[in-house]
């Protein structure tokens, strides 16, 4: 998803679309990863995570070569589509594990240890889809990713154990009624949608932004994705340290007020235009920080009292995670202002997962 940001403009020149449509490449990306998710947990609850995870795997590499070749712009969301429903068996399935093997506050941290490894991947990304998108080669993006999935399978194959304890819970899609009854499942999983799919709205706009509204030159904007993915690994850092130190649920209450704090100022900012590259960036960064806070945070609470369903809770938490992210995506990209679109979007989703967190709090 990182890594096909910065090559859009590019696939926009190649096909003669505009840049909304080149960003259905990653809007639907998301779509797909989100609703693959849903399949996902349940199946691997129920047959094991290795044998889910590696059909997901073969999946992504497959559709990668698809989209290499891809002679239209249809036939490349195609394929990015597939290639999202593979790609999320990784991710949905990762976390499982972890799951599987910790709760609570050893979980939380195991869980920040792993965002900060994937984090560092995503670091590398945007760099080098630029650098692809500079040399004009747009289509070494999905090459590269189908390389990169083919040395995940054969790890997998290799050195994976399986973890959970198969058919132990694996009631099929009745899973779902069990985990919505789960105390506090429902309030966590729509506070961790809203306020992490803050992220997949920067980086979808960031390069429009940047250089349309802001007019700084192309070249700059690698450099600003790695202070907002810097931002997100600094977040991951951060709850790895205060896992088990602070209760979970005030690290979520004060999480979302300090992003409802950024996104209202960043659309005052945006709406007086008084913005500049320097707060737009150093709001990016604080943003992106309450998103790699929230998302452990969120993610241990939402599996907290799932029982043996964490495969299934997990799934369902990425699948609204991702559909939101994928909704915003689409937000941040409607009118003429791209940079307003964007900031209001922002703001709007931090405010509802406050408020949602809030009125829980209020409630109990």
Request: contains cysteine.
């Amino acid at each position: 998803m990182h890594v096909f940001a910065p090559a859009l403009p590019l696939i926009a020149t190649d096909f003669s679309v505009t840049a909304a449509d080149s960003q259905y490449t990653i809007s639907l990306y998301v779509v797909s990863l989100a609703v693959g998710q849903l399949f996902y947990g349940p199946l691997s609850d129920r047959f094991g995570r290795k044998p889910v995870l590696l059909s997901g795997l073969t999946l992504f590499v497959v559709s990668g070569v698809l989209a290499a070749v891809a002679p239209s712009l249809t036939f490349l969301i195609i394929a990015r589509l597939l290639q999202g429903l593979g790609g999320c068996a990784g991710l949905v399935l990762a976390r499982a594990i972890v799951q599987d093997m910790a709760a609570g506050p050893s979980g939380a941290r195991i869980i920040a240890t792993l965002n900060i490894a994937q984090l560092a991947a995503s670091a590398i990304a945007p760099v080098v889809g630029f650098w692809i998108a500079l040399q004009g080669h747009w289509r070494a993006v999905p090459l590269m990713l189908c390389a990169i999935g083919a040395v995940a399978l054969a790890g997998a194959i290799w050195r994976l154990s399986e973890t959970s304890s198969i058919m132990l819970g694996g009631n099929g899609w009745k899973s779902y009624a069990l985990v919505f009854r789960a105390k506090g499942f429902l309030t966590n999983l729509i506070v961790g949608a809203f306020t992490t799919t803050t992220l997949f709205n920067l980086l979808a706009t960031m390069p429009f932004v940047v250089s349309g509204n802001l007019n700084r030159p192309d070249s700059e904007i690698a450099y600003y994705y790695l202070v907002l993915v810097g931002g997100i690994m600094s977040g991951g850092y951060l709850s790895r340290c205060i896992a088990g130190k602070i209760p979970l649920d005030r690290v979520i209450l004060v999480t979302t007020i300090c992003g409802v704090a950024c996104g209202i100022l960043l659309l005052w900012l945006s709406l007086t235009g008084q913005l500049n590259i320097v707060s737009y960036i150093l709001l990016g960064y604080l943003f992106t920080v309450t998103c790699g806070v929230m998302g452990v945070a969120a993610l241990a609470q939402t599996t907290a009292n799932v029982g043996n369903l964490k495969g299934t809770a997990v799934g369902l938490y990425g699948f609204t995670q991702m559909a939101t992210g994928a909704i915003v995506i689409m937000l941040g990209s409607l009118g003429p202002d791209i940079l307003l679109s964007s900031s209001l979007t922002l703001a709007a989703c931090a405010c509802i997962g406050f408020a949602v967190h809030l009125a829980d709090r209020l409630q109990s």
